[in-house]
């Protein structure tokens, strides 16, 4: 199938073109006055070395290594030369080659004019692409009804409307995107609106509910993104944290894409370090080209020596070794969402709130049972959803004074909602402290019910 991409670009992106500065030498013996490039004997890096847990040992003793050890003492520099210098708006050359091996190992496309793009993080990625795709105080964009802060806060300055999906246990309902598009132009709350032009999701741990889209889900999803042209961005940072089951890698929107139509974001963030402020963006060639052009005007490009630094430690680990780092990092978050799981079973009070098993990410949510903390008399002014929002206020500045504090769930709400809760994440503080705090969460929920009804 051939589709017309230029339809979906912003006009922004229309009128970008490719950045005089860029231009290359016409053959290698070209003199170059026009180039801005530092010399080479300026850059006073000269090699890199880096201290990493070894694979062999369980992660549990430190190695040296540097860029020389695994190269050739020519590439070794080349390495480090482009590492210091300006650079195409891809990326290094050595470390496009990895990214690109990267997906093709794990995601493993199924059409063939793909590409991808090495980005500044996750966050930076997803404005790139917004800005890419939507015009200011025009578009439109799909989410699930509890979705990314950032997405809503991305937005909200660009003027652009996203509107709700429906998510349940098993990730979005395709029927409910089904019945959104089908009736966009004659549902009163859509139809003065223009129709969007993608559907963004974290299908995986999702960001705040912790729910991971089922393979089938998917699979119908991208039929109805296919059925009314719609785009799909796939945000994805929490792929790899594996919780539960065999450990088997579940299929990404990509391995459904038969005509390109799946923007996927890949992060290190959260399977190496968040510092290196890496990503990268899996699309059809055209839209790389689009974003890479947008670098140049922007970023330039991801830093290069993160960049070098991940690849480096790729090239000390292999591939077996940053799958065993990436077992090695699920058992620890296993171990973390299960405490507080244990702590929860412990310390909140069951007939107030309920809570899920997330099987991959860093987050579960917490439902405060609405049905248990009717509405008084002094509120009767509230809307049932303003009234959701009230109670989710009382209780988070209640858990403040209690030294404790979780995510409010209206934060990550497109509209308004009949629901309260909370995102609860067990990746950082320590096993005692989850406990600690689990028993001061709960200690928070009953002390504002007691103010309210006793």
Same mark, same amino acid.
């Given at each position: 199938?051939?589709?017309?991409?230029?339809?979906?670009?912003?006009?922004?992106?229309?009128?970008?073109?490719?950045?005089?500065?860029?231009?290359?030498?016409?053959?290698?013996?070209?003199?170059?006055?026009?180039?801005?490039?530092?010399?080479?004997?300026?850059?006073?890096?000269?090699?890199?070395?880096?201290?990493?847990?070894?694979?062999?040992?369980?992660?549990?003793?430190?190695?040296? /290594?540097?860029?020389?050890?695994?190269?050739?003492?020519?590439?070794?520099?080349?390495?480090?030369?482009?590492?210091?210098?300006?650079?195409? /708006?891809?990326?290094?050359?050595?470390?496009?080659?990895?990214?690109?091996?990267?997906?093709?190992?794990?995601?493993?496309?199924?059409?063939?004019?793909?590409?991808?793009?090495?980005?500044?993080?996750?966050?930076?990625? =997803?404005?790139?692409?917004?800005?890419?795709?939507?015009?200011?105080?025009? &578009?439109?964009? =799909?989410?699930?009804?509890?979705?990314?802060?950032? =997405?809503?806060?991305?937005?909200?300055? =660009?003027?652009?409307?996203?509107?709700?999906?429906?998510?349940?246990?098993?990730?979005?309902?395709?029927?409910?995107?089904?019945?959104?598009?089908?009736?966009?132009?004659?549902?009163?709350?859509?139809?003065?609106?223009?129709?969007?032009?993608?559907?963004?999701?974290?299908?995986?741990?999702?960001?705040?509910?912790?729910?991971?889209?089922?393979?089938?889900?998917?699979?119908?999803?991208?039929?109805?993104?296919?059925?009314?042209?719609?785009?799909?961005?796939?945000? &994805?940072?929490?792929?790899?944290?594996?919780?539960?089951?065999?450990?088997?890698?579940?299929?990404?929107?990509?391995?459904?894409?038969?005509?390109?139509?799946?923007?996927?974001?890949?992060?290190?963030?959260?399977?190496?370090?968040?510092?290196?402020?890496?990503?990268?963006?899996?699309?059809?060639?055209?839209?790389?080209?689009?974003?890479?052009?947008?670098?140049?005007?922007?970023?330039?490009?991801?830093?290069?020596?993160?960049?070098?630094?991940?690849?480096?430690?790729?090239?000390?680990?292999?591939?077996?070794?940053?799958?065993?780092?990436?077992?090695?990092?699920?058992?620890?978050?296993?171990?973390?969402?299960?405490?507080?799981? &244990?702590?929860? &079973?412990?310390?909140?009070?069951?007939?107030?709130?309920?809570?899920?098993?997330?099987?991959?990410?860093?987050?579960?949510?917490?439902?405060?049972?609405?049905?248990?903390?009717?509405?008084?008399?002094?509120?009767?002014?509230?809307?049932?959803?303003?009234?959701?929002?009230?109670?989710?206020?009382?209780?988070?500045?209640?858990?403040?004074?209690?030294?404790?504090?979780?995510?409010?769930?209206?934060?990550?709400?497109?509209?308004?909602?009949?629901?309260?809760?909370?995102?609860?994440?067990?990746?950082?503080?320590?096993?005692?402290?989850?406990?600690?705090?689990?028993?001061?969460?709960?200690?928070?929920?009953?002390?504002?019910?007691?103010?309210?009804?006793?």
């Amino acid at each position: 199938m051939t589709v017309d991409w230029d339809k979906y670009f912003s006009n922004e992106a229309k009128l970008r073109e490719p950045s005089v500065m860029k231009m290359a030498a016409r053959t290698p013996d070209t003199i170059s006055f026009a180039s801005g490039m530092p010399h080479p004997d300026c850059f006073p890096l000269k090699g890199l070395s880096i201290k990493y847990e070894t694979a062999d040992s369980g992660f549990s003793k430190l190695a040296t /290594g540097s860029n020389e050890d695994a190269v050739n003492a020519a590439q070794a520099d080349d390495e480090i030369y482009e590492a210091c210098q300006y650079m195409s /708006g891809r990326g290094t050359t050595f470390f496009d080659k990895f990214c690109r091996h990267h997906i093709e190992e794990f995601h493993k496309p199924v059409y063939g004019e793909w590409g991808t793009l090495i980005q500044s993080g996750g966050t930076f990625s =997803l404005d790139a692409i917004i800005r890419m795709l939507c015009n200011p105080g025009e &578009d439109t964009i =799909l989410a699930e009804e509890l979705t990314y802060p950032c =997405l809503l806060e991305t937005c909200r300055p =660009l003027r652009l409307k996203v509107f709700a999906v429906k998510i349940d246990n098993h990730g979005v309902i395709p029927e409910d995107m089904e019945r959104i598009l089908t009736d966009w132009y004659t549902d009163l709350s859509t139809k003065d609106y223009k129709k969007p032009k993608f559907f963004y999701s974290m299908p995986v741990g999702q960001n705040p509910s912790g729910v991971t889209m089922t393979v089938e889900r998917k699979r119908q999803l991208f039929g109805v993104c296919h059925k009314h042209d719609v785009l799909v961005v796939e945000d &994805d940072p929490y792929y790899h944290l594996q919780l539960d089951g065999d450990k088997k890698e579940i299929p990404s929107l990509l391995k459904f894409d038969t005509d390109g139509r799946v923007i996927r974001i890949d992060s290190f963030s959260k399977m190496l370090m968040p510092g290196m402020r890496i990503s990268i963006v899996t699309a059809n060639k055209t839209f790389i080209k689009m974003l890479t052009m947008q670098n140049e005007l922007t970023i330039h490009s991801a830093a290069a020596p993160s960049q070098l630094i991940v690849y480096m430690l790729m090239n000390e680990w292999k591939n077996d070794g940053f799958r065993s780092w990436l077992t090695h990092v699920q058992d620890i978050y296993l171990k973390r969402r299960n405490t507080i799981l &244990d702590a929860f &079973d412990r310390h909140l009070p069951a007939d107030l709130c309920s809570w899920n098993k997330p099987s991959y990410g860093m987050f579960l949510w917490i439902k405060i049972s609405i049905a248990q903390f009717p509405k008084l008399e002094e509120y009767s002014q509230l809307t049932d959803p303003e009234w959701a929002a009230k109670l989710e206020d009382m209780i988070f500045e209640q858990a403040l004074q209690d030294e404790i504090q979780l995510a409010k769930g209206h934060w990550f709400m497109i509209d308004q909602l009949n629901m309260a809760g909370f995102r609860a994440t067990y990746a950082f503080a320590s096993l005692d402290d989850i406990y600690t705090g689990s028993e001061r969460f709960g200690n928070a929920i009953r002390q504002i019910h007691a103010k309210l009804y006793n």
